[in-house]
Each structure stands twice: as structure tokens, then as C-alpha cells.
């Protein structure tokens, strides 16, 4: 059972437009909701967070939207840049334990 | 600042055989984990730990055993290797609270043959 579902595998954008990557969850329990960028042959890194009680948090050209009630969050990247082109993972934490659970990832593609 | 270090990088292996994937980290973290990354699958957690002498299951356990007697190491163990367990592993560890930044080590890269 996934609990932490990001539905399109890929996303191509043009580079200077924006970027909108989804992830959607299942689980109420979770506190907190995070998005790694992922190179190939390189661990994943930390990009943005944000806290269940938020709905949204912004950082340079990375905001993080999170609607409780639908379950669902996004990232969205403005504007776009060839550098940018990466796997992106959702990521949710639950509760006390502390686990942290990934979504499938996306890859996306930013064209010059 | 070596932050999570994984080895081995690469290993091959052979069917039934045993191996330990080392992980460790110098930032004094509390919570350590470890994922593997499939095609279509994601990254998916397989054992963590909240602090030394503590594990936990996570979503694909099955296989693999974990201890963690220290605060700074906390290797994977494959028991008896199967072609199932191809994959790229990657440690991850966390200072304490569940909305702090996770670090990745590269990554280990199996073939189970």
C-alpha cells in the first residue's frame, strides 16, 4: 500500500516556465512533507519542507504548497532552469517514529 | 565533514551468499535509516533506527537484518542474497526531529547473480 504516491513519472518543461511537480498521501498522521532532487549516481538531497500545520513555504524559486484536506502537496519551480533537471521525490514523516516515507519520484526535464 | 558514508560502492554477488552494507555518519545523529531505489518504486525504507541499541521494520524488511550498538554505524545485513535484492542501497541519517533535513551517502549499487 503506497502511502505516498507521486503519479507522473516525468514532467518536460521550458526553461523561464514554471514547474509543477504533485505528490499526494494517504496517511492523516503525517507532520511533515519534504521534496529531495536526485541526480543519477548521486544520494538524493534536501530541497524543501513544510509542516502539516503550514500551507505553504517558499524558498528562492522553490514553494511548497500542502492542501490537508485533499491530501496533497506540490512543488512548483519558477522559473525553470536546465540545471534543475533532476528526479524529484515527495516525502512524508510520520509522527513520533520518525519514519520518513517516499513517493515513486518524478523526473523532470527542463529544456533550453 | 564527511557526513554518511556507505561502502561498499559496488558488489556483486551470488545468489545465498551473506553481506554487510556498511553506513556511517559523524554528525552525531540520532536517526538513521536505509532505503533502496527500484525502477517505478522509489525509494523505499527497509530498517531504521532512532538512536543506538533501537530498530525499527519498514516498508520492505524481509531479507535484511540491522543493529545499530552505536550512535555513529548502523550497517545492513543481507542474510542470504536473492536477484530480488538487486538494487541500489542508500543510508540516510537525521538529527532528532522528524521535520529536520535527512542526508544521503552515494548510494551502493547490487547485483545479486
Known amino acids: 500500500d503506497q502511502q505516498v504516491k507521486q503519479n507522473s513519472p516525468s514532467l518536460s518543461v521550458q526553461e523561464g516556465r514554471i514547474s509543477i511537480l504533485n505528490c499526494d498521501y494517504t496517511?492523516?498522521?503525517?507532520?511533515?512533507f519534504l521534496w529531495y532532487k536526485k541526480y543519477p549516481a548521486e544520494g538524493p538531497t534536501f530541497l524543501i519542507s513544510?509542516?502539516?500545520?503550514?500551507d505553504k513555504n517558499e524558498d528562492g524559486r522553490f514553494t511548497v504548497f500542502l492542501n490537508k484536506s485533499a491530501k496533497h502537496l506540490s512543488l512548483h519551480i519558477v522559473p525553470s532552469q536546465p540545471g534543475d533537471s533532476a528526479v524529484y521525490f515527495c516525502?512524508?514523516?510520520?509522527?513520533?517514529?520518525?519514519?520518513?516515507?517516499f513517493g515513486q519520484g518524478t523526473t523532470l526535464q527542463v529544456k533550453p | 565533514n564527511a557526513g554518511v558514508t556507505q561502502t561498499p560502492k559496488f558488489q556483486v554477488l551470488k545468489t545465498g551468499q551473506s553481506m554487510t552494507l556498511q553506513c556511517a555518519q559523524d554528525?552525531?545523529?540520532?536517526?538513521m535509516s536505509w532505503y533502496r531505489q527500484d525502477p517505478g518504486m522509489g525509494l523505499r525504507l527497509i530498517h531504521y533506527?532512532?538512536?543506538?541499541?533501537?530498530?525499527d521494520q519498514g516498508e520492505v524488511p524481509n531479507g535484511y537484518n540491522v543493529s545499530r550498538s552505536t550512535t555513529e554505524d548502523f550497517p545492513l545485513r543481507l542474510l542470504s542474497a536473492a536477484p530480488s535484492q538487486t538494487s541500489v542501497y542508500f543510508c540516510?541519517?537525521?538529527?532528532?526531529?522528524?521535520?529536520?533535513?535527512?542526508?544521503f551517502g552515494e548510494g551502493s549499487w547490487l547485483t545479486v547473480v
Open positions: 554528525m552525531n545523529h540520532e536517526y
Open positions: 540516510a541519517s537525521r538529527r532528532g526531529q522528524a521535520g529536520n533535513t535527512i542526508y
Open positions: 513544510i509542516s502539516s500545520i503550514k
Open positions: 516525502a512524508a514523516s510520520l509522527g513520533n517514529t520518525g519514519k520518513l516515507i
Open positions: 533506527s532512532v538512536g543506538a541499541g533501537i530498530t
Open positions: 496517511n492523516s498522521m503525517f507532520d511533515y
